[in-house]
């Protein structure tokens, strides 16, 4: 029983890198309608620049991951106007292959960049150690984790909700030409939903370069997990992405306790099924 | 480029892949073995892209279902027939029972759900060790000889492979052509074009997805089942859901809205390949630039490119939609 719950509590903090990615996948997906397959490379981005900020420059951990935040959520901004933008008008397909073409791009560049095997930088000082719960350590630093993906759930919540700019987005993401015909600047709208959820992307990277080794391929191992949490809680649909992480990293958390060979499978299985018999996603209201 | 140019171009082309392995060091045989494989999985992909309108991230799957199957078949009963039946066989019963759930979908949806499948179909070749060997995958396959009416016909070298993989290509693209061109092909493209009118004229829009679906299936999987005995191993990887992507890419790239456009691109996707690891390991950088300059610039791909060029030469322009039209 208290393996289940620290097992449980080990998926909890791994559900949070989901939870960053697949925010960024869903509320770019649900205002402009794009899914975007580079996501896990921006994801991959955040997470070599971070490493470079922090580890190799020396930067504090808190500054290099705004630091990396920033640069990304520039790079989504050029891919949103430069690449994205003449795309829109067109069959949706153009646009999964021109992301898919950045995945190529991307994963390759960081190859030609960092290139190598990294170590992985320690811990910085303030978030070392450890609590015991269930009779065992839990590392702090994944306590600050969870509190991170909290408290980017409620600031999202905040932003759409209660901002004049969320009122903005979600009136473009429901009818584009009346929200332009509002006086709404829906071009910017769409770049900085963009950046947004690109600089989430990197929050995610960034956050994981003291416990994951970051290598080029974590950007495709990610997308794809992403793709599996916003089926599941339904594409566009925040809560439902929010929901689907902590499912994902909960069960993947225990599949690779108990059932470790066919753990994939049956992830991609209930992706399968949810979009089969309930295309809307699972959490959908 | 009219008819009857058309027909001459095919036939040069033939005479040449036939002469190919008595000009052509062995390496370049087997590379152009390996431009014909990729050239099946892309024209079967074209089927239910270009034809069809349904982008497709799972041809992997069945392209390795077709090399397991094959590759299985060939370890318990050395002989080829049987082998690359068998796997163009599972993959297309594999492609009409996962068809028949995906095409409830289309675009977004339908791209999704084949991902998911391609790599449930991954997850299989990669942990099932029992069947598929793990990640270690199936090695020691024998080029079996081929065997037909009695007549044994024993395969030791890369250039006679390279003459049962020319022969099972060309009759595969021949009836592929026909396809094409036969009412059936223009139902598919009714279905591409409006969904709505298509079953206004009383076409039955699923079951037409999934012949699509399911046709594409099969040659990917007769692909796929001609490679281990080439290679002599299977691995996990082929089935990934970034492998995918080279039928896609080499039909993108060839241009969707031409028959030729997967040999094409087949063709140069393994040839530019080929040359651009020579000065430099970064091979999929250059590739995802040219994809995104294919989608923002030239989604005709190269046969459109060609075309737009050749019209530009001759008096008659037609409208645009019309040219996509009549190259078909």
Known sequence: ?285 | MNDLARRWAAAGLLLALVLLPAVASRYVTYLVIHILLLALNAVGFNLLFGQTGLLSFGQAGFYAVGAYTCARILLAWPSLLPGVLGGTAAAAVAALLLGSLSVRHTRIYFAMLTLAFGMMIFSLAWKWRAVTGGDDGLVGIPRAPLELFGLVVALPTVERYYYVVLVAAVLAVALMHRVVHSPLGLALRAVRDSEVRAEHVGLNVRRLRLVAFTVAGAYAGLAGSLLPPLENTVTPPIAHWTASAEPVLATLLGGIRHFAGPLVGAFVLVVAKDVIVRFTVHWSLVLGAVVVALVLGFRGGLAGALEALTLRGSRVRPVSAAAGEEAR
């Open chain 1, 1 to 285: 029983m208290e393996v289940f719950a620290y097992q449980g509590l080990i998926g909890l903090s791994s559900a949070m890198y989901l939870w960053l990615v697949s925010a960024g996948l869903t509320i770019i997906f649900g205002v402009l309608g794009v899914l975007n397959f580079a996501h896990g490379s921006l994801f991959m981005l955040g997470a070599y620049l971070g490493y470079t900020l922090y580890g190799l420059v020396g930067v504090p951990f808190g500054l290099a991951v705004l630091g990396s935040m920033a640069v990304v959520a520039l790079v989504g901004a050029g891919v949103e106007r430069g690449l994205l933008r003449p795309l829109y008008g067109l069959d949706p397909s153009y646009q999964l292959l021109l992301t898919f073409g950045l995945v190529l791009f991307l994963d390759d560049l960081a190859k030609l960049v960092w290139g190598g095997v990294f170590r992985i930088p320690p811990i910085p000082g303030w978030l070392q150690g450890s609590v015991t719960l269930f009779g065992r350590p839990y590392p702090f630093y994944n306590l600050f984790l969870i509190a991170v993906g909290l408290s980017v759930g409620v600031g999202l919540w905040w932003l759409f909700d209660r901002t004049w700019w969320g009122r903005a987005v979600r009136a473009t993401a429901s009818d584009r030409e009346m929200a332009a015909a509002l006086g709404i600047r829906t071009p910017t709208v769409f770049s900085s939903v963009f950046m947004l959820g690109s600089a989430l992307a990197a929050l995610g990277g960034a956050l994981s370069t003291p416990v994951r080794p970051v290598a080029p391929g974590i950007g495709a191992a990610m997308i794809v997990q992403a793709f599996i949490i916003t089926v599941i809680g339904g594409l566009g649909n925040l809560r439902g992405a929010f929901a689907g992480s902590l499912l994902v990293g909960v069960l993947s958390s225990y599949g690779t306790l108990w059932f470790p060979e066919f753990e994939l499978f049956f992830i991609f299985a209930i992706m399968a099924a949810v979009l089969l018999v309930r295309p809307q996603g699972l959490f959908a209201r």
